[in-house]
């Protein structure tokens, strides 16, 4: 899908977003109806960052729909990438990081499939990701910024980062272009039936990829009324406008952490990466037995097991609440 | 575990780290520190001696306390929000380097170069790696925007002449070649290993030492370095970390998740 262009012309962002039905409508579907929604080759954006308010479920359900091509771009990337990789949905990850998390050692699968150049880790700064997105999201072609110049990082992306004298002071200034993913999957505390979305906690770059995707899939913990979120707007994040679909998906970040409700279900990650030691059969392995076997997302968390997610919950909602 | 002992306490490479680190904030600074020893070294400036001064996290927390045993497994997870002052988006708490309000930035290092520009993407060539790493992170922002302090096992292997990739900078090719390559704000301030305390030269930027912790040798230092050090002419010996500090950070880190 290397023939899209690296910033989607204006036109295009504008008749795409006009197409799409943005009325106050009910849009709730299942997981792989959601999945219906993203087509091999998309640029799939996903919410949260490491380990938080990952939307799993849905990586999940992508997964097991068997997507290719995928372009996947994230903050910072942990065990859900290791995955696209080994399950073929995708070879091309765009992130700032990109390893289970500091605490289990690089990973072992993205070593394997980068350095083989089975796939490709683009690599962006961290706040170059973000600006990235916020400049799709704000309709804009690119955002000035004054970090990756005078870097390698800078240097290997090439062409597509630019620089320019400021028109205004005459320093130079760093262009990053602006981020615009065909869909973005993002998991919240609660939305209603239209896609009005609660989230508690640190909302990572969530905001900037809802705005700036051209379809957006939302999981969540809880599916609440509209009543309910008018009762408190201040604390609505994302417009329904934005959604195309609402999944109702308990526990839909684990084994990742969902702000609040539980915390990472850190016995099942000690496992994961010491299954990803061998990084072509431990995910083969881990991926036929928690993705490809269950028969939804409910067997998916038996496999997990009870006393880890009561392990996780119990943890989860003492963070402000002890 | 190695233990490196003295008369008064016994202290993992990592708590000397940490120790030594903390003794480098000032109270009522904004730190940007990254996970692990950082932010260990940050509690415990905190602590001792600096109450007010205010942690930032990469994943959006201004403020935040942590509790002791629960240290989190990076800076994006709800533990790192504990008695915070807000959460910020991602992007927003990173823009605070650009905008100018913190004082320093404070990471761990994979691999250090003579300049003090720091690599966490690749070993080796980047077109044929012998490792990928796992790369930047906020690391290329917070090192281009402001000060930083980076803490690190003093290892050769890890303190080269240069870095194969810079993937946060330093102060590039010394000199003023940071500020020609388009970064005229912040640089690298000090490196802290279980070995010394090093800062650059004002002119070349080269890497100097500055302070040799108790028991170890110039020679010593030299010895475990890639490239040839400065030595400041007044080199100082730091103060063994203390008692307190070290059941301190053992409290934090009951289970030795970061000070093995």
């Given at each position: 899908m290397s023939t899209k262009p690296l910033v989607k012309p204006y036109e295009a962002l504008r008749r795409e977003t006009l197409a799409?039905?943005?009325?106050?409508?009910e849009k709730v579907v299942s997981l792989d109806e959601a999945a219906r929604l993203v087509k091999d080759g998309d640029h799939v954006a996903i919410g949260g960052c490491t380990v938080s308010r990952t939307p799993m479920a849905m990586v999940w359900s992508l997964i097991r729909a068997r997507k290719k091509s995928l372009t996947i771009s994230r903050s910072i990337t942990s065990t859900e990438g290791d995955l696209f990789f080994a399950s073929g949905a995708s070879q091309h990850v765009i992130t700032s990081w990109f390893t289970q998390g500091i605490v289990w050692g690089v990973s072992k699968v993205m070593r394997h499939y980068t350095e083989n150049k089975l796939a490709r880790f683009e690599e962006w700064s961290h706040m170059s990701i973000g600006l990235r997105y916020r400049a799709g999201a704000m309709g804009i072609p690119f955002m000035p910024s004054r970090?990756?110049?005078?870097?390698g990082v800078g240097q290997l992306v090439g062409s597509d980062l630019k620089t320019m004298t400021c028109p205004f002071t005459g320093e130079q200034i760093v262009l990053l272009p602006a981020l615009n993913p065909d869909v973005a999957l993002i998991h919240v505390q609660r939305c209603d039936a239209y896609g009005n979305a609660q989230l508690d906690g640190l909302q990572f770059m969530d905001i900037d990829i809802a705005m700036a995707a051209n379809r957006v899939i939302l999981t969540t913990e809880r599916i609440v009324s509209n009543d309910q979120i008018r009762r408190t707007p201040d604390q609505t994040r994302i417009p329904f406008f934005t959604v195309d679909a609402v999944v109702e998906a308990p526990f839909g970040c684990a084994p990742h952490e969902c702000y609040g409700v539980y915390e990472p279900f850190f016995e099942h990650l000690d496992h994961y990466a010491e299954v990803s030691k061998d990084p072509v059969k431990g995910p083969q392995k881990y991926l036929e037995e928690y993705y490809y076997e269950p028969r939804g997302w409910p067997q998916y968390l038996e496999k997990l097991g009870m006393e880890a997610v009561l392990d996780a919950s119990r943890r989860g909602r003492s963070v402000h609440n002890d | 575990m190695t233990e490196q002992g003295s008369a008064k306490a016994t202290y993992t490479a990592s708590e000397l780290l940490a120790v030594m680190a903390s003794r480098l904030m000032k109270d009522g600074q904004i730190v940007f520190a990254g996970i692990g020893v950082p932010l260990l070294a940050a509690t415990l400036a905190q602590r001792f001696f600096a109450p007010h001064l205010t942690i930032l996290f990469e994943g959006g927390t201004i403020g935040p306390f942590i509790v002791p045993g629960e240290?989190?497994?990076?800076?994006?997870?709800?533990?790192?929000?504990?008695?915070?002052n807000m959460v910020l988006p991602i992007t927003d708490v990173l823009l605070l380097l650009q905008r100018g309000y913190v004082d320093v930035g404070f990471m761990g290092g994979a691999q250090i170069d003579r300049f003090g520009n720091l690599n966490s993407s690749f070993i080796g060539d980047s077109a044929n790696p012998k490792i990928r790493l796992p790369g930047t992170g906020g690391g290329n922002d917070i090192s281009s925007l402001t000060n930083m302090i980076v803490a690190m096992k003093h290892e050769k292997r890890r303190f080269v002449a240069d870095v194969d990739f810079i993937t946060s900078p330093g102060w590039i090719k010394g000199g003023r070649s940071r500020e020609e390559r388009g970064l005229p704000q912040g640089g690298l301030w000090r490196v802290v290993t279980d070995l010394a305390i090093m800062g650059f030269d004002d002119d070349t930027h080269e890497m100097k030492v500055l302070a040799l912790h108790p028991g170890v040798t110039p020679e010593m230092v030299q010895e475990n370095t890639g490239f040839k050090l400065l030595f400041d002419r007044k080199i100082e010996t730091t103060e063994p970390p203390r008692l307190e500090e070290l059941e301190a950070l053992r409290n934090l880190d009951p289970e030795r998740v970061y000070t093995a």
């Open positions: 799409r039905d943005r009325g106050l409508r970090s990756m110049i005078g870097s | 240290l989190p497994p990076s800076t994006n997870e709800q533990r790192c929000t504990r008695r915070s």
